[in-house]
């Protein structure tokens, strides 16, 4: 029960990394938030809470709308807490080569994927360094290193959120604030299912452990981020890829 009495927000984490994250913050004893972008869900988030027996709740939460952040940080705060262990997970992809990239398309992922990481923890730092403890993990990616065709958006926002990540854990260390990412590999989710067999097989091959991570396996490196054996890690990027990337 590493986390008891422990706040944990999650944010994008109704389905699949997000909600894998919440499930292991939770058995470790936090307090799981969950927060996504509508209402819809917020109720998926109530419902894996309540099946796991959890304490917390999903939340309605806009993390490129500071105003909709201020709003769900208030209830929060109000009903179990300030948060302690930040998870910077909502993302979003608007994938397209360079040359047919419509400007609508790059700040999008721009938005969601690297300015709502600094709309989020800087709406949380305040009390994190008031109490002396906290944990911030960012979700970066793969292409964030090693780039990908059709991704120049999503590769800059990821890339960026290690680099925001690496200045931010120097800027807080003195106050007991670790700052880390997790850059995950190929991950098993409705993209990858959405996979027909050949281009399965194409993926595989770029990857040594010739298999596609779960959910579960980038949960497990943030249990650890977040837990006292990593009391000494900050401003880490912790690659789970099976070894496409060796950092």
Not at 147 to 173: H, M, P, R, T
Request: glycine share 10%; net charge neutral.
């Amino acid at each position: 029960m590493e986390l008891k009495e422990k706040v944990a927000l999650i944010t994008g984490s109704s389905r699949g990394i997000g909600k894998a994250i919440a499930i292991e913050l939770g058995k470790m004893g936090a307090t799981v938030i969950g927060a996504d972008i509508n209402q819809e869900m917020a109720n998926e988030i109530d419902v894996y809470v309540k099946e796991h027996g959890f304490q917390g709740q999903g939340i309605v939460m806009d993390v490129t709308n500071p105003d909709s952040i201020t709003a769900a940080l208030d209830v929060i705060r109000q009903k179990y807490g300030a948060p302690a262990v930040l998870i910077n997970n909502a993302g979003i992809t608007r994938d397209n080569l360079m040359l047919r990239m419509k400007p609508e398309q790059w700040q999008a992922v721009i938005n969601t994927n690297l300015t709502a990481a600094y709309n989020v923890s800087q709406a949380c730092l305040r009390d994190m360094v008031k109490a002396r403890w906290g944990r911030i993990v960012n979700m970066a990616s793969v292409v964030a290193c090693i780039g990908n065709a059709g991704q120049a958006n999503y590769s800059a926002s990821k890339a960026g959120l290690i680099a925001f990540g690496k200045s931010l854990a120097q800027e807080v260390a003195s106050r007991g604030i670790t700052v880390n990412a997790i850059a995950p590999g190929f991950i098993e989710t409705k993209m990858t299912q959405a996979l027909t067999e050949a281009q399965r097989e194409t993926l595989l091959q770029t990857i040594p452990m010739r298999s596609i991570g779960e959910p579960i396996d980038i949960a497990n490196a943030v249990g650890f981020l977040v837990s006292s054996k990593a009391s000494y890690i900050t401003g880490v990027t912790l690659h789970v890829n099976g070894g496409m990337f060796m950092a």
